[in-house]
């Protein structure tokens, strides 16, 4: 069982035994326990003295440290976005000489047997030390790192997304999509542990009670059962956002249809490698009434017949937000009817141009089939497997009738012949439609837009010395994420352009041994997050794949494994 992580992590308290922690906890006490929700805004305050303090907690908190309940080894650990941020020993043997860079096993924030077994097996298998060493680094980091809280029997639990920080403050906020892809690489394992299974579940099931209240919301505050204090969102300030939300359990309401993916990702993955259909409970029916709402609505155009104009959901910046104005209050580009299925921002966080982002409906398309799937399989649910079958083919159409022009696909459209042709690094993208099971990479339209992506056409690619890829705006167009790198090795063939971009991913991680959130082609030391869990999953998931469809690419032998085909552990 996870611990509950209710570590106040204070580096400086940990240096000196008796003294330094009782100043510590004087300092908690007087600065650290403003009125709850609002712990931002003392960070400049706090920065100087408790740069690696692991995140503000409740009154209740520091009464427990102050009476030594609530610390042992744990009050130890180290906050992992500093620790994320220094090279730790033992280096690999490679001519890299990566870092190791899990926390010690006491630190870790969840223990699966399955994964430390996938771990030995791979560091046994793969021919390249340094290789070896990043999916020894990234392949546990989201159960190292990331699993705030978890029980068993109120089947809840809390992930959060790593080092999304304020002012050297990181958020405790749980995105859907975020936390889909974090585990999307143990997917082959829930059968072999229960324990793990059982954590998913509980995900899913704190993730439906999201959805169900507040199904246009992408970001979310810990369950109150968990005990952890909300975190007051900077950005959401003087944010005004239709339908109203509840900031006690909503961190960020940006409407990303792909979040809805994630959350139904996550339980047909969970059905399918477990068999298990419990997690098909109330909270999770509605949540999927709720999806189907929302698809409905974002389906409409913005004028019906007679010019009303028509909006379900908006969101807007004002004076002294630090989000802008977004123009038609809050509403952005209006869309007209094509079959597919609107979003107001993408999976980066940032506003659309077009409303229509083609890849997030690839990925809807795909997983209401899933859905159907598991439906059917279970013989539960037949009018939303019928709804779901019939929307994903609807949206599929739309998908190849209208956002494909000259054989390439637009990111984003209107419907009004509006098409943006670019490409984003953040996944659902277009670059990523093979890994999202849209289309085959041999398909001829996408290997015509892939080539268009990755190259001067695509406004945000980008080429260095030392690394090329597809970027966005969400930092700048001259900072290629390695996560484009592994959506484009999903998508070929080509043993030589795959090694090449395993090499830039492996290259570029500024000696960390982490996936990194963007890497500055002009400059190696610029670098954005040294702990994005999401890319440290998928990072280890791909190399997971190529272990699998090109072992010898990667292994010193030329047998494919594949994690989890051990039984039960
Ligand atoms: C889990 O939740 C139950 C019910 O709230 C509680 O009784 C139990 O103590 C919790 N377990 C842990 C390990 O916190
Ligand atoms: C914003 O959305 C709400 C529904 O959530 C709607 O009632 C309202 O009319 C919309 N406002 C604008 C300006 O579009
Ligand atoms: C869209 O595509 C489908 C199949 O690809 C086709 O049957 C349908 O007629 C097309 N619809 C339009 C409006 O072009
Ligand atoms: C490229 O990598 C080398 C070796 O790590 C480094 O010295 C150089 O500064 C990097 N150049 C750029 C432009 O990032
Ligand atoms: C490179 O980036 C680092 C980190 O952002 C910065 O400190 C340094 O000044 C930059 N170097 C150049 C030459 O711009």
Redesign the pocket.
Known sequence: MARRTFTVNCMKCSIKAALVPAICILLLVFFCSPPHGSYYHVGHLLRTNFDMWFGPKSLLLVAGVASGVITGSNGQCPEYSSYSKAPHPPFSSGELALPYMRPSPECRTFTSTAVERVIEDMKSRLKDPDLARLFENTFPNTLDTTVKYFNETENLAFIITGDITFDDFYVMAQWLRDTANQFAHYHSLLGADPHLASLVKAVINNEARYVAQFPYCGAFQPPPESGLSTSHNDWADNVIVNPPVDPKVVFECKYEIDSLCGFLKLSRAYYQSTGDSSFINENWQSAVDQIFRVIHEQSQPSFDENFNFISYFNWTGSRGSLSPRVNNRGNNEPKAYTGLVGTSHRPSDDLTVYAFLTPANAMLSVELVHLADVLDKVDMLKDISTKARETSSRIKDAIWNTTVVNDIFAYETNGFGGRYVMDDANVPSLLSLPYLGFLDREDSTYRATRKLLLSARNPYYAAGKNISGIGGPHITPWHPWPMSLVSSIYGTDDDEEILKSLSMIVKNTNGLGLIHESQ?I??????TRSWFAWANSYFAEMVLDLAERKPHLILRENTPYRAGQWGKV
């Open positions: 500055s002009y400059n190696g030391s610029d670098y």
